[in-house]
């Protein structure tokens, strides 16, 4: 089992950025499609990236360009680079682990198994 912890959530101008960190512990993030999910109040979750076991990222279409995610084998952690931020970025960030390794397993829509507990982001 893996457990994941988010940090680097907090408040921004729009046009700013932020990176989000998420430490992994108890295994290897390499084992898994690592993803970030985010979810705003009175909307479904939704997607933002993940990336499988060789670094091959997948975005959704509204960051795309804008957000980049990366694995840190060495710290066991992955990363979301956000810039050109937007007030629509406003969510809570949740990183995400599922059981699968390549990159057709790490889409946005499927069920990830391990949760952290999310970071705030706020865009004014």
């Known amino acids: 089992h893996v457990q994941l912890v988010e940090s680097g959530g907090g408040s921004v101008q729009a046009g700013g950025s932020l990176r989000l960190s998420c430490a992994a512990s108890?295994?290897?993030?390499?084992?898994?499609?690592m993803g970030w999910f985010r979810q705003a109040p009175g909307k479904e979750r939704e997607g933002v990236a993940a990336i499988d076991s060789e670094g091959k990222p997948n975005y959704h279409g509204s960051v795309k360009g804008r957000f980049t995610i990366s694995l840190d084998n060495a710290t066991n952690s992955l990363s979301l680079q956000m810039n050109s931020l937007e007030p629509e970025d406003t969510a809570l960030y949740y990183c995400a682990a599922r059981r699968a390794r390549n990159w057709w397993q790490c889409d946005l829509d499927s069920d990830y198994d391990y949760w952290g507990r999310g970071t705030q982001v706020t865009v004014s």
């Open positions: 108890g295994d290897t993030v390499s084992s898994y499609c």
